[in-house]
């Protein structure tokens, strides 16, 4: 049975409101007083524990005891009847409803499933609130109230964990290459840190796309990822955005960055483009020069990531950290197939399934050393084109489906004919 919490051991209360206070995944913490298989064995347990809480009881401390019941609905009156049965606890001092100095939590669990709920719970808590996460982040940057999307734009609360994974701290310098809209520079910034992105897509980077939103006939003249950082009062994070062709960087070789943090385009729902052409010899004169919009070809995911590693082995600081997302075939997935880079070290590798045969993997890498030359020029690697799979197990998908509807309706046409005759 999955459960909907942790009981964690930790060396100290400030530990614990550490890690609480950069969590988008944890909605509290608390200091466990009871936990029982039964509602009348807790009772029992917090009874006999109760003097040992008197320095939360004292007649200047405000309080309020919250009731929480996770895989089954009761009303207001039967949540109240609850709290009261805790009226053994020698509480002295007033409920206070909004901010008290103590916060009591009362938790029944009946399991997560929505059929055949148990009458009684499966186990019970009861504890002190010694913090919250960050779950009002998930709203505040919500993608329905953002400014400026795209059909890409990552989701905040991945987004926010991607801040975590790189570690991004007040004062930080982040980059995004494969900006976007910039979902991943407004996390950064919630956090603290300064942000640089860059981008080969110029309609992008100007707002001048179509429309993601489905009533929205066309864009505002102030979208873009500067308005999005403006409309979260983060502007004062926001260094720039450039439009940058990855496969050729113009950065200076002694720029670093604490952290790079980007979702590289997979060729599925954005192309994967650079600048470049498949003529020889050719040469743009002189006259056209000031007109020329570059020729783009494919950019192929095994490029992207090679050199997306040779990189961020360069720019970043040492011990900065390189956290991105890599598509898979679940079937066909190792961690020998991930990318790899002799300057960099995987630390963390976590699934997110996308569908039944497709998942991304969200990869922290971090820097242990500074490139050689040879570092740098790294040509081979062993990474597969999610592309090249992914496009022929579609059509076989399309083509299986196709099969079975002409069958079904064959099937269908035969009935009918039977039961005329």
Known sequence: ????????????????????SRSVSLRKCLELWGHEKSIDLLHSTVRGKSGSFAAYFEPSKSFKIEVETVGRHFTQQEKVAKLEAFDYLPIRGPVKLKDPDVCLQYIEFYGTRTVNIPTTPYEVFFGRNVASGLRQLLKKLSLKTRKFIGNTSMDPQLSLLMANQAQVNSGSIILDPFVGSGSLLVAAAEFGGYVFGSDIDYLMLHGKTK????????RAKDESIKANIKQYNLSHKYIDVLINDFSLSFWRDSMEFDAIITDPPYGIREATERVGTEKQNYIVSDEHLPTHVPAKIEYGIPSIYRDLLIFASKHLRLEGRLVCWFPVFREDYTEKCLPRHPCLTLIANSEQPLSKVTSRRLLTYKKLKHPSVDELN??????QDFRDKYFVVREECRRVKRQKEAALRK????????SKQ
């Open 1 to 20: 049975m999955q459960e909907p919490f942790w009981l964690v051991e930790f060396s100290s209360e400030s530990d614990a409101k550490l890690l609480t």
């Open 211 to 218: 429309p993601t939103r489905i009533k929205q006939q066309k």
């Open 378 to 383: 790294i040509k081979d690697t062993n990474i």
């Open 411 to 418: 099937e269908n046409w035969e009935k009918y004919a039977n």
